[in-house]
């Protein structure tokens, strides 16, 4: 039997987003009143126009950054929503932006070692509830691989919620489990 769906309206959206759009300058004014000429040409549907809001924020983020850890800093943050949202609300996989979440937080934990002093390398974070994601899991991947994002086989995750697999930045280890320290150029 079908589940019988509320009709989302502003309320709704202030209700689940107004503390994360406060965290990007936006308050119930702007939203309200931006929202007042987005629906003149278009159906008057919240989801939407929520979906225009995370694109217009990681567009407007890309414009205003300052520096390249705050861009990719705030676009995890999107990212996440986004993610949140597609599977909660919407209740499909998000396969496609899990793939932008993984690139974008490669290049942030890149950026924010970059003066360490030890070789880095990158482990694949998986799920037991997904057979793709078993294989994967715990395999240790290149600095290049990670960049690439071709490891994790997105679209062939099982998950009923779609693909959570991740990156995680750690240090290289020798065969003795010591760290391996860059070498002086």
Not at 82 to 92: N, P, V
Not at 139 to 165: D, F, L, M, S
Request: net charge positive.
């Amino acid at each position: 039997m079908a589940r019988n769906r509320k009709k989302k309206d502003l309320d709704w959206l202030f209700k689940n987003y107004l503390e994360f759009f406060e965290e990007f300058g936006m308050n119930k004014y702007n939203i309200v009143s931006y929202f007042q000429t987005w629906k003149k040409d278009r159906p008057e549907i919240i989801e939407d126009y929520l979906w225009f809001i995370f694109n217009h924020l990681l567009n407007e983020n890309a414009k205003q950054s300052e520096n390249y850890i705050d861009l990719l800093k705030r676009n995890d943050r999107i990212y996440s929503e986004m993610l949140h949202f597609r599977r909660k609300f919407e209740q499909k996989k998000a396969n496609e932006i899990q793939k932008l979440y993984n690139e974008n937080k490669v290049n942030l934990d890149l950026e924010s070692n970059l003066h360490s002093n030890l070789e880095m390398e990158f482990i694949i974070i998986g799920t037991n509830d997904c057979e793709e994601s078993k294989k994967i899991s715990e395999k240790t991947i290149t600095i290049k691989q990670a960049i690439e994002n071709k490891t994790i086989p997105y679209e062939k995750c099982t998950r009923k919620q779609g693909c959570v697999c991740l990156m995680g930045l750690k240090p290289k280890r020798d065969e003795k489990g010591n760290l391996i320290w860059k070498k002086n150029e």
